[in-house]
């Protein structure tokens, strides 16, 4: 998607271990017109398919799976980090470990949002080492929902997670693949 391309040239800021900070128009500050550019991208790669749900995680990925949701005129799920303060409620439950954080969490959505008969389209922000999609497909397979692909709005191809996730044989669209970082650039797979 050249236009995110652009504006990741324009306004990410590479940081020392790898990490894109795109703070100024997606992770912080958000830009509303371009995310809902991005929100008609997933809707244009996943037209072939039934979704009822889209699955994304706290917080990063709810404002990706708002503007997604609303052209396939579902609702979003995201699965929430940390400790539940009610215990009685039946929830699916997956620990990921937390590439900028660099420490393991849980990731938990209650039963009652997904089930087997749901078809569900999970998106986040980033992909880096796969760890976050790892534990959103789990819930998913826990839940024995179908799973419509996956979307993601900036993906380094460089680290290991698109492999890790291709091989669960599921579609990934991600709007912009960035091949290197190095001297404060960004280089994308074209
Ligand atoms: P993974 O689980 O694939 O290793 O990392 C994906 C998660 O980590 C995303 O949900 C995202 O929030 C965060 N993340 C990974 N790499 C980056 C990055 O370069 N920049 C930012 N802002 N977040 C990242």
Redesign the pocket.
Known sequence: MKLLQERIIKDGTVLPG?????DSFL?HQIDVKLLIEIGNEFKKRFTEKRITKVLT?ES??IAVATVTAINFKVPVVFAKKGHSHNQDEKLYESE?Y???KKQPYVMKVSKKYITSMDTVLIV??????????KALIDICHQAKCKIAGVGIVIE?SFQP?REKIEKFGLKIESLARISKMKNGKVFFIV
Do not use: P, R, W, Y
């Open positions: 790898n990490i894109l900070k795109v992770n995680v990063s990925g990921a937390s590439f900028t986040d922000d980033f992909l880096a080492n796969g760890e976050a999609l380094k997670g």
